[in-house]
């Protein structure tokens, strides 16, 4: 038989690979500016034309090249970033594939010039589809320009799969300001069909925000700063006041690299748990510093996620140092906005080694467990003795945390510290509230509620633990939705898979063929009805939040119910539990959980 494998032809291979890098202008816009950065450059010019479909240009005054080096940036795995293998685990530069520049030329009229600061003349190139077709010297500035012109000229379908102008310029527009925001003390301009939409001048952080985003973001801010020996955190979380109704302004750096993380997110958002209402969303701008021996940077072709050796440990620092700032500077809302700013809070977190939340979990504890709901919502007094012996590091630390910043708030305190708990005997009401006294405060509790806050917390704190599995239905589930709903879901298949869903879509319906624990304890039907309508309110969604829906879901199906008639050691338990919590307050729709009346609030009555 004769042979049938042979070698892809250069331009065919580097065709292909640009599949991957650039997938949009604004993807040829992140890397010529990565790359005018690598070069050194403190000031870059992005000028673009109709949302870069004709015109992506990038001019640095940075290192240059000369007339070899310009020839060889255009090859495959052309780099002058790494050497060997051992360098991508101390990279200090944006890029190190050596694809960026191929990539690009295959797919587009490009026009590069560039001269190093020792030459007199600098080299003019003009690659079209790969191919060389002017290399001539010029008379140049020092630094690089590279025009882009014409993207996917030669593929047709991925030309006519480009997005209108106002699109492909939002996407340009959120890669610049990721870098820009990287990068305060270097100079950005950004000019689009001949109008500068941004002219930014070196400065600091919180002067570059404001440049990016506005007048009053400022006010709308206070700093975040944590350093331990492992990561160093900076930067300026949002005043839960202004969360807004879409997700906007946030965004995590790790080492001035824009990073993604759905992780880092559920630990920043949970610092603002019972402060803001859900679906607000708080801006924020997070720095990252950390050894680059302990990420690995290199599992995303366009490097937007990240990995942490130890992923617990940055969880749990983030999370106590954003909550340690919201308290600093007074945004509690057990706080007196008015307090005096000189009152200095007591944080001896600072260089102490931090304390990884894997520390005193059972490993055999597992809510999921078949057992555990087993008899039809049976409140079951076991299970909470059980969970009471796995508060885990972070938990303390943070609950340790919070009653230190108001330390003279006696009133909180008893709220936040588990040793003082003296519940009195309790009776319900309607059986649907719990009616006890709580050091010397009459409480009436929502049994329902609190019991599905406390459950939904107990779960969270399991599935940042990894223990949302998937487990194979013996008779898979079909769910028959519309056909617009089906999209929705597929568009979010990835994130639903690793959440430990398995689907299978056809055009009328979705089928279910794993989920993520038992099925007793989901009611399935209602996490998908539930999703599909937060989906389909516009708001794009991450695992993170995802997850928060099933685990609502569970947790509701899960709870005690009104009606449901307690013994006196269950309401005891559910309170014990319930203040426990960093945020007894409101449930996860916002809701009141409990009220509360002191003997001057009662002597009123009378
Ligand atoms: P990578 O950035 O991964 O090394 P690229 O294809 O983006 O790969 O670039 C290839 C090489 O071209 C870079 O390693 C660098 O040496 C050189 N280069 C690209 N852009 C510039 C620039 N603006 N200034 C100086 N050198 C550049
Ligand atoms: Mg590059």
């Not at 007339?67 to 360098?87: G, L, N, V, W, Y």
């Not at 719990?434 to 779960?459: C, D, M, P």
């Amino acid at each position: 038989m004769k042979s049938t494998i042979h070698l892809l032809p250069d331009h065919v291979a580097n065709q292909i690979a640009a599949g991957e890098v650039v997938q949009r202008p604004a993807s040829v816009v992140k890397e010529l500016m990565e790359n005018a950065l690598d070069a050194n450059a403190d000031d870059i010019k992005l000028i673009v034309k109709d949302g870069g479909k004709t015109l992506i240009q990038v001019v640095d005054n940075g290192s240059g090249m000369n007339e070899i080096d310009a020839r060889m940036s255009f090859e495959r795995h052309a780099t002058s970033k790494i050497a060997k293998a051992e360098d991508l685990f101390q990279l200090n530069t944006k890029g190190f594939r050596g694809e960026a520049l191929a990539s690009i030329a295959a797919v587009a009229h490009v026009v590069l010039k560039t001269k190093p600061e020792q030459s007199d003349l600098g080299i003019l190139l003009k690659i079209e589809g790969s191919k060389v077709v002017v290399q001539e010297p010029i008379a140049t500035n020092k630094g690089t320009s590279i025009s882009v012109k014409n993207l996917f000229f030669n593929i047709p379908a991925r030309r006519k799969f480009l997005k209108s102008i106002q699109v492909e310029m939002r996407h340009i527009m959120d890669e610049f300001h990721r870098l820009a925001l990287a990068h305060p003390a270097i100079s950005f301009s950004l000019i689009h069909n001949g109008n500068t939409v941004y002219q930014l001048p070196k400065s600091n952080l919180i002067q570059r925000i404001n440049n990016i985003f506005g007048g009053k973001i400022k006010e709308k801010l206070v700093p975040v700063s944590e350093e331990t020996d492992y990561i160093k955190i900076s930067g300026f979380i949002g005043k839960p006041e202004f969360a807004k109704r879409k997700r906007g302004e946030q965004f995590f750096f790790v080492n001035k690299r824009f990073v993604k993380s759905a992780y880092l997110n559920h630990a920043l958002i949970s610092a603002y748990e019972g402060l803001i209402k859900e679906k607000a969303y708080p801006s924020y701008f997070v720095y990252f510093e950390i050894d680059p021996k302990h990420i690995d940077v290199n599992i995303h072709p366009t490097k937007t996620e990240i990995k942490f050796d130890d992923e617990p440990t940055v969880y749990s620092i983030l999370k106590v140092a954003a909550k340690h700032s919201l308290g600093q500077f007074n945004l509690s809302p057990s706080m007196d906005f008015e307090a005096n700013p000189e009152l200095d809070v007591p944080y001896e977190y600072r260089k102490k080694q931090p304390v990884s939340p894997k520390i005193n979990v059972n490993p055999d504890f597992n809510p999921f467990e078949e057992d555990m709901f087993a008899s039809k919502n049976e409140f079951k007094p076991q299970y909470y003795e059980k969970q009471l012996q796995h508060w885990d590091a972070l938990q303390h630390e943070t609950q340790e945390l919070a009653s230190k910043i108001n330390p003279d708030d006696a009133h909180d305190e008893i709220f936040s510290t588990p040793e003082k708990f003296q519940v009195s005997d309790c009776f319900q009401l309607d059986k649907k509230y719990i009616v006890a006294k709580l050091s010397g405060e009459l409480l009436i509790i929502h049994q329902n509620r609190a019991h599905s806050w406390v459950l939904f917390n107990t779960f969270l704190k399991q599935s940042t633990q990894g223990k949302l599995l998937p487990q194979k239905l013996i008779f898979p589930i079909e769910l028959s939705i519309q056909k617009d709903e089906i999209n929705l879901l597929k568009n979010h298949k990835a994130i639903l898979e690793e959440m430990g869903f398995e689907l299978h879509f056809t055009t009328e319906a979705i089928q279910i063929e794993a989920v993520p624990m038992s099925q007793k304890s989901l009611d399935i039907t209602s996490f998908f009805q539930n999703l599909i309508d937060k989906l389909s309110e516009d708001v794009p969604m991450n695992k993170s939040e995802i997850q928060d829906i099933l685990l609502d879901a569970l947790a509701k199906k899960a709870a005690i119910k009104s009606g449901q008639v307690l013994e006196q050691v269950e309401m005891k338990t559910l309170i014990e539990d319930l203040f426990r919590l960093e945020n007894p307050n409101f449930s996860k729709d916002g809701k009141k959980i409990f009220v509360r009346f002191n003997e001057r609030q009662i002597s009123y009555m009378f």
